[in-house]
């Protein structure tokens, strides 16, 4: 199996859209070089941030494809293949496969609850299927409505050595806490998916952080850990304030179109939200804009 890490911040690529609607993968190239050149080394390709749930199949594969040819070897790819059916769900782990992807991401299942044991055996199969590729859990409990449990966790991994870590954005802190005493006999990276608590984390002994901030200033996101690793506790705390900050000024609307008009305002042709998304007005774009320029965050690129 492919030793990889996510050690570090990676960044959930946010999806840009053409005038027609269909996804811009030219300026999905860009924004990559933009983030990778700003000392990322990881890029989640599809995930939450990236709008996975309003995208065909077909558009994620071509999300993958421009991935893997805008970044340098050095750079690890991590791919979201969660699905609602086992077709699209397989199908994806292959494209994943054949395309190059360092590792496989996947949620629960969603829309219904299903136990510990009906749980176990889907990611035992998403494990199967992902047989000779690193698979990365991703609690997303909020909006699954079906969480990835310490006792789920440690099950599946025991059974199958290819899952290799989780990624916990479930906002309680204490299940990060609770998945580090579960696994503290395994090697096995646990990746805080809240850019809220990527310091906390860190310190607790998480491996990294996959947070959207990431995806649109990567600088400040990527000074996070390269302060924490330095020692320099002070400075991380800093700009974990600000991250903070921003995430604050971004809940005030839709954060995912929040995020895209951050770019707009760097130079990033994100072009017209995806439905069941709505462009911001012209009064949240001011808003926006000035909580930004406050806070001395916002650069041309």
């Known amino acids: 199996m ?30 990559i070089q933009y983030i990778t050149g700003c000392g990322i080394k990881g890029i989640f390709v599809g995930g939450t941030s990236g ?18 040819e805008a970044v340098e070897k050095d750079t690890t790819v991590l791919f979201n293949v969660t699905a609602m059916n086992e077709y699209e769900l397989y199908h994806m782990i292959e494209w994943g496969r054949k395309k190059g992807a360092d590792a496989v991401s996947v949620t629960a299942p969603y ?19 992902a047989e000779g590729m690193p698979v990365y859990l991703y609690n997303m409990s909020g909006m699954t409505n079906n969480p990835i449990t310490p006792a789920i966790l440690k099950t599946v991994a025991e059974q199958h050595r290819n899952i290799c870590g989780v990624k916990d954005s479930s906002m309680d802190f204490m299940t990060l806490l609770n998945y580090q005493i579960a696994m503290e006999k395994m090697d096995f990276e646990l990746i805080t998916g809240n850019d809220a608590q990527v ?5 607790a002994g998480a491996s990294g952080g996959i947070i959207a901030v990431a995806s649109v200033f990567p600088e400040l996101a990527v ?5 924490f690793k330095d020692d320099n506790i002070e400075a991380a705390r ?64």
Not at 199 to 203: F, H, S
Not at 252 to 280: C, N, W, Y
């Open 2 to 31: 492919k030793n990889v890490t996510l050690q570090g911040i990676t960044a959930p690529v946010l999806t840009p859209f053409c005038e027609n609607g269909e996804v811009n993968t030219d300026e999905y190239a860009r924004l």
């Open 51 to 68: 709008e996975f749930v309003n995208l065909r199949m077909e558009e994620r594969e071509k999300l993958l494809d421009a991935a893997r």
């Open 111 to 129: 829309y219904h609850r299903y136990d510990e044991k009906a749980l176990c055996r889907y990611f035992g199969k998403v494990a199967e299927a």
């Open 199 to 203: 310091l906390p984390a860190l310190q």
């Open 223 to 227: 000074s996070i850990w390269n302060h």
């Open 238 to 301: 800093e700009s974990q304030k600000k991250v903070l900050r921003i995430r604050e000024l971004f809940r005030t609307v839709m954060p995912t179109i929040a995020h895209k008009e951050a770019l707009k305002l760097q130079g990033f042709d994100m072009g017209p939200s995806r439905f069941p998304f709505r462009d911001l007005t012209g009064e949240e774009r001011e808003r926006l804009k000035k909580g930004l320029e406050d806070l001395g965050i916002i650069k041309e690129v």
